[in-house]
C-alpha cells in the first residue's frame, strides 16, 4: 500500500510538472531599449562603447514594447526617450538635430526592423512611417538642476486607416530605430565629447487606436533596466530621470 501510495504521488507530482511546463510563461508588460537589436533577440547590449576615432558608421538604437492584454485597431506609437549625460553641459558630440546644433544631421529615425528578428515583430507590419517631433528639453520633465544635460525626444509613427493592426498579449512588438551616426568625431570640425558617458532611458510609450480612450501608455520597463541603456560606460546616472516617481496624471500629460 505504501508503495502504491508513494508511486500514486510520484505520478502525480510528475504530471503537474509536466502541465506547468505546457503553460508559457507570462511575459511582463513594458518597454525595452536595446542597441543593435531588439531586447528579446538576445544580440543586443545595454551598453554601448565607441572608440570615438571615426566619421564613419552609426549606432542603431531599439525600441520595443510588451502588453499583457491584447489590443485591437492599433494605429501608431507615441514614444519618449530621455537622454542624460554624465557631464554637464551636455557635450556637443550630442546636440543633435535642432537647427544650428554642432550635429544637426547625426540623429536619423526609421521603422525598418531588423530582418534577423525571431523574438520580436514588427507591429505594423512595415507599414508604419513617422519621425521625430523634437530633441529638448522640458521644464517640468526633469529637475530643473538637470536641464543642462538632459533632453528628452518625442517620436511619433503611425499606419494609415486601412492599415489598422490588432495586437496580442505577450508578444514583444518592435516599434521604431534611432539610428546616431559617427559624422564630426574627428578633424578640424568635430564636436567634442564623443567619450562622456550618457543614459539614454525610454520612459513611455502611447500604443494609439482610433477610438483614445482604448489607448495604452506604458511607462515602466518589461524586464528590470529593460528600458535603458548607456553610451560609454554606466557613469551617467538613468536613475536621474524621474520615471518611476512620475505619478500616472503626469505621465498622462506628455500625450497632451
Known amino acids: 500500500m505504501r508503495r502504491a501510495a508513494a508511486f500514486a504521488l510520484l505520478a502525480g507530482t510528475l504530471l503537474a510538472g509536466t502541465l506547468l511546463a505546457a503553460v508559457p510563461a507570462h511575459a511582463a508588460q513594458g518597454v525595452n531599449l536595446s542597441w543593435s537589436r531588439c531586447h528579446g533577440e538576445g544580440a543586443s547590449a545595454q551598453n554601448a562603447t565607441f572608440a570615438c576615432d571615426t566619421n564613419v558608421g552609426d549606432e542603431v538604437l531599439v525600441a520595443s514594447f510588451v502588453m499583457d492584454a491584447p489590443l485591437e485597431q492599433v494605429s501608431g506609437n507615441e514614444v519618449y526617450i530621455d537622454l542624460i549625460s554624465q557631464d554637464d553641459p551636455l557635450p556637443a558630440w550630442w546636440d543633435l538635430k535642432n537647427v544650428g546644433a554642432c550635429r544637426e544631421s547625426s540623429l536619423h529615425f526609421n521603422t525598418v526592423e531588423d530582418p534577423s528578428d525571431v523574438v520580436c515583430v514588427d507591429w505594423a507590419a512595415g507599414a508604419s512611417t513617422g519621425g521625430i517631433g523634437s530633441y529638448n528639453t522640458e521644464m517640468g520633465s ?115
Open 142 to 256: 526633469i529637475d530643473p538642476s538637470l536641464v543642462s544635460r538632459h533632453r528628452l525626444i518625442k517620436i511619433a509613427l503611425a499606419v494609415p486607416l486601412t492599415g489598422l493592426m490588432d495586437l496580442l498579449a505577450d508578444t514583444e512588438y518592435f516599434s521604431c530605430n534611432l539610428v546616431i551616426d559617427h559624422e564630426k568625431t574627428v578633424g578640424t570640425d568635430a564636436c567634442g565629447g564623443c567619450a562622456g558617458s550618457v543614459c539614454l532611458v525610454f520612459r513611455s510609450i502611447r500604443v494609439t487606436t482610433p477610438t483614445p480612450t482604448s489607448d495604452l501608455i506604458l511607462f515602466s520597463a518589461a524586464t528590470p533596466g529593460s528600458n535603458m541603456v548607456h553610451w560609454q560606460g554606466t557613469g551617467a546616472n538613468c536613475l536621474l530621470v524621474p520615471v518611476r516617481n512620475q505619478s500616472w496624471g503626469q505621465v498622462k500629460s506628455l500625450y497632451r
